[in-house]
């Protein structure tokens, strides 16, 4: 495990609604982006057995912002962003794949994929976000 992936994931241990969730940071650096994982469950879905956007918008969120921290470092925020739902969110897991497009001194220009996981692993897109992440302090 690199110390910035047990880094990252000291800060997901940090946040209560994450650990509500039961998110996982999967990978986290320059390099390899931020991939944050989400098992999904009956809580997590709406009445239609699909995952709440509420918490795809969640999981892009976060995603978007630990990809931010790669840049900037830890203390950061999301200062605004939009996501694009393309289709439900399914499976038995989502997954949260974000990358740094541009990072500055005070804030960084971050996108994110989530993905549902399906049954038999493979991975299909549904939903899409970009955001700016802003350096607290």
Known sequence: MTDML???????????????????LIAYGLEEGVVLRLAL?????????????GVISYLADNALTFAGGTSLGPAVLTSEYKINYLRPGVGTALLARATVIYAG?????????????????SEKLCATAQGTIAKVG
Not at 6 to 24: H, I, K, P, W
Not at 41 to 53: K, T, V, W
């Open 105 to 121: 001194k005070t804030s960084a220009t971050c996108r994110c994929d989530v993905f549902s996981v399906l049954d038999d692993g």
């Open 6 to 24: 047990a880094m990252g994931r000291r800060v997901l241990a940090m946040q209560g609604f994450s650990q509500l969730l039961g998110t996982e």
């Open 41 to 53: 469950r009956d809580e997590l879905r709406q009445q239609n057995g699909f995952a709440h956007g």
